[in-house]
């Protein structure tokens, strides 16, 4: 084949701390968000004290991303291990060991290493002290921790991502520690402005890393679900513009802008939200921007305009989503559509132009079991081959895609299924739910997978 990547292209692969770590009280590790909501899932095994055991097996790991031949690998590092109740002056010794020992395995590896600094997991400390996000004081203590990792891991890691899908947590807001039994109006209010500190506080990151490690590449993880309207109709086309704009561009527009979008007011408005702010704070957001953008890209989403709505009410309740019978579904109901990623890459190339992107996450899931030592997922496999080739052509329409990551190179914790939906590259045995000992296997798609990085080019 002459689908061949560019020479210095970082093939990845992707986790999360909390999804593969496990040990998530040890080494004076604090309980996390993350802990906390996994907690009533333990029959699914969505169990973050013991997750896949990653913290005991990360040498292991290291030594199949090897094999497997990665030039870069994503992961996040765990807030609470770092400073266990969020507040504290200093950073706990033993948290930041670990992740020193990976990052040194990494790259004497030559793994080069892309840091989420947080991946849904604000210390629980945070959340009882104040509310956690939806409180001011949560920038500063972010800030501060952001300042530490620069510091301890910046000349070994050139490649940052601040946020991991800050709008996906503003959807569901348990994730940001924001008790399910308010109504839901006070829920909406505080993830805004929880939303709100987020954009803050990152744009202080951006800038001091640009400041003082300007080595460094930064920006945020987003999640950007490709929107398509329904039919050529022009009120469904702009259905599909307006969820598109809200959900996923106007993350993207703030961290490559600088400037909060007026049609992301709008949509407040509709809401009868208002958002608390302080003076100076557009010159933060404007001074502070990310020079890269990591995109976690799985799946189109089909909508039609509800033309019976209020056209002054929120987004999500002026559209149905709408299935797709020539698409092929996961399960959960996620589509398998790689020419949504050629186009949505396009879109990102037309509104940040050479912006360079990383596709941070990537992948499809299916319930899996190990039969005789191997899986055999061709679902994946096919899933790799076409948006990899999709990414190619996108490349050769001129978008600056530089680093592609599946999710997941393990299998992990979903967030709402926990084991039962899998993702990785390599297989986890974790029958027994409390067996430490979890053994890994390659599935199919290890090869594959293999196979395009040995060769630079599509398989
Ligand atoms: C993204 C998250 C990941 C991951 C993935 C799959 O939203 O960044 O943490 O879990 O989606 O989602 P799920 O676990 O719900 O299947």
New binding site residues.
């Given amino acids: 084949t002459n689908e061949q990547f560019p020479d210095n292209f970082l093939w990845g692969a ?1 986790t ?1 701390a909390f ?1 593969v770590e496990g040990g998530n009280q040890e080494d004076g590790k604090g309980l996390s968000v993350a802990d906390i909501r996994s907690y009533p899932k333990r029959h699914q095994q969505l169990d973050t004290t013991v997750s896949v055991d990653h913290y005991h097996h990360w040498r292991e790991d290291v030594q199949l991303m090897k094999e497997l031949g990665l030039k870069s690998y994503r992961f996040s590092i765990n807030w609470s291990r770092i400073f266990p109740n969020g507040d504290e002056v200093e950073p706990n010794q033993a948290g930041l060991r670990f992740y020193h020992h990976l990052i040194d395995e990494l790259v004497a590896a030559n793994i080069e290493p892309m840091v989420t600094m947080t ?2 997991d604000q210390p629980y400390g945070l959340v009882k002290k104040y509310g956690g996000w939806v409180d001011r004081r949560s920038i500063a203590d972010f800030v501060k921790y952001a300042k530490w990792l620069l510091k301890e891991f910046s000349p070994q890691v050139r490649y940052w991502l601040t946020i ?2 800050q709008a ?1 947590m503003v959807l569901a807001t348990d994730m940001l520690g924001i008790d399910d039994h308010l109504d839901e109006h006070t829920r909406y209010q505080m993830a805004y402005q929880a939303n709100y500190h987020m954009w803050l506080a990152q744009a202080e990151v951006y800038k001091l890393c640009h400041d003082e490690y300007p080595n460094c590449m930064i920006g945020p ?1 987003v ?1 950007y679900i490709t929107t398509l309207p329904a039919s050529r109709k022009s009120y469904d086309m702009l259905a599909a513009k307006e969820l598109e704009d809200f959900y996923s561009f106007a993350q993207m527009d703030v961290a490559i802008h600088g400037v909060i979008p007026k049609y992301f007011e709008n949509e407040l408005a509709n809401l009868n939200i208002e958002i608390s702010t302080q003076p100076g704070d557009e010159q933060v957001l404007q001074e502070g921007r990310a020079n890269y953008l990591g995109v ?1 890209w ?1 799946c189109t989403t089909i909508v039609e305009a509800r033309r019976d709505a209020d056209p002054n009410g929120f987004i999500f309740r002026r559209i149905n989503r709408v299935i797709d019978p020539d698409l092929l579904y996961t399960e ?1 109901g ?1 589509n398998f559509d790689p020419v949504g990623l050629r186009y949505g890459l396009r879109q990102l190339n037309d509104r940040y132009p050479n912006i360079p992107i990383a596709i941070t ?1 990537c ?1 499809w ?1 299916e319930r899996e079991e190990l039969i005789e030592g191997k899986v055999h997922d061709p679902q994946r496999i096919s899933y790799l081959h076409d948006h990899i080739h999709q990414m190619w052509l996108a490349i050769q329409d001129g978008v600056n895609v530089f680093s592609f990551n599946p ?2 190179f393990i299998d ?6 926990g084991m039962e ?1 899998r ?1 990785g590259l390599v297989f986890v045995d974790r029958t027994n739910f409390d067996e430490k000992n979890q053994k890994r296997y390659k599935k199919d798609s290890f090869y594959y997978y293999q196979k395009v990085l040995q060769t630079n080019s599509l398989q």
């Fill in positions: 992707a999360s999804q991946h849904f991991n899908e996906v993880a999640s976690n799985y959960w996620w996450e992948g899931s999710w997941s992990l914790l979903s967030n709402g299924d939906k993702y």
